[in-house]
């Protein structure tokens, strides 16, 4: 008889929790992690993965992907669900989506992952137009919980509200033990440093929230690159009790290429991206720089969408008569280098975990990129699993996960530290992914109290989160 489902032989398991780092085995049964030990017999195990050589750590959980736009209803594609799979995660959570794409999302292409989703605020979709005073706010917060999401995302840079409006959904949220995340800007800023520098009004003495990609409010546009990630660095300790936060570590960005009839590019961000490199901001410059592989746009394949450039891209963009999502690698590397690596003086990470804004779009490098971290010397192995599991399950309140210890939930990404590369994923001792292929299917949604009876109606197994646990409410200690 099979003392063990699944058993994990002979990697470097890294806990760092524990400070664990020890080339060892892990038996799996009945989804935990029921024992680590060297030289568990194989003759114990149903099944057996040789990580001889590779680093198993808690399963990677991506505090920040897009994997259920409400855009995605009627194609229902859950594309996003592949792709992170694919890229080693185990856990998700979608920053801005709709409830009703993710259970269709999963249902069609679920990849066997967990995700948890706040509630996007879009006025004239999930948000009323005009000013919302506090009985709709309120109104809007309860809405979302009781669809099954987290808790809610302000938009500030795309759909900003008034300051006093985004204070008021804040500590609606905060009052309603709800999740709340913040890109950050209102209608007095934007989002840029000018908008960060508002967060601690908005918050006043007991706001708590979650600010996402701090490195897009660090790309110069008000004081020098280094001067802004230095000001974000003090923001962040000034109100470290009150917020989490992420960064991305991805070179490109995304943005729509549209041009209006005499062939001018719309979007302020593809005429920078085109200037910085002397393309004229037009559809003739846009063709130039997909030819010369500088901007691309997406294709979609049966596993995810995908960067094309040349002249294929020519030729989607002008299919799609210019309305198409454009790439450039223009993200700063130095801010994303110093807010992932800045630690305060208790030698605490300052900038809580890597998040990397993608899901469908195809940028997850969480892993990827934080591994050149991990070789150029910036992180410590132990460090990048705090970054990239262990602070992410705290900041979700996921007491089970995060870690790789006995009774934990037997969630597992095991790194091929050659390639950089996540070479398995496992959720709950079931393999969902092996060298960048899905294997896995359907998938769990996180949820709390709350939004059990909506998504019980989906019929997808879910997962009840208390999320005073949360760093934000429960503090880091
Ligand atoms: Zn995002």
Known sequence: MANYDLLIRNGRVLDAESGFDEVTDIGISNGKIERIDQNIDPADASDSIDATNQWVMPGMIDTHVHVANAADLGRIRGLGLQMVAAAGATTVIDLGGSMDALTAGIAARGSGVNVGSLGYLKPGETVP???????????????????????????????????????????????????????????????????????????????????????????????SVEDEIREALDILLAIRDQVVSEVHLARPNFTLGKCDADGNVLADVVGNCLRLKDYDPTADGIRSALRDGYASTVEETRTGLVLVTGERGVELFDQGNTDVPMSFPVNNAESAFHLTAAKNTDDEFIVDAVGSDAGALPRNVNIEQAMRMVKFGALEPLEMVSKLSLNPAKMIGLDSKGRLTEGFDADVTIVDPILGKASYGIVAGNLIMLAGRVVGSGGTILTTERGVPSVEKSGIPHEVIDITKATMYAGRG
Do not use: M, Q
């Open 129 to 223: 137009e005009g000013r919302l005073g506090s009985d709709a706010i309120l109104e809007i917060v309860v809405t979302a919980l009781e669809a099954g999401s987290l808790g809610i995302k302000l938009w500030g840079g795309y759909y900003p509200f008034t300051p006093e409006e985004t204070a008021n959904f804040i500590s609606t949220a905060n009052h309603l033990n709800a999740y709340v995340a913040y890109h950050v800007g209102t209608t007095e800023s934007g989002s840029r440093l000018d908008g960060l520098r508002e967060v601690p009004s908005l918050l006043g003495s007991t706001g708590r929230v979650h600010i996402a990609h701090i490195n897009a409010y660090c790309r110069g546009s008000i004081l």
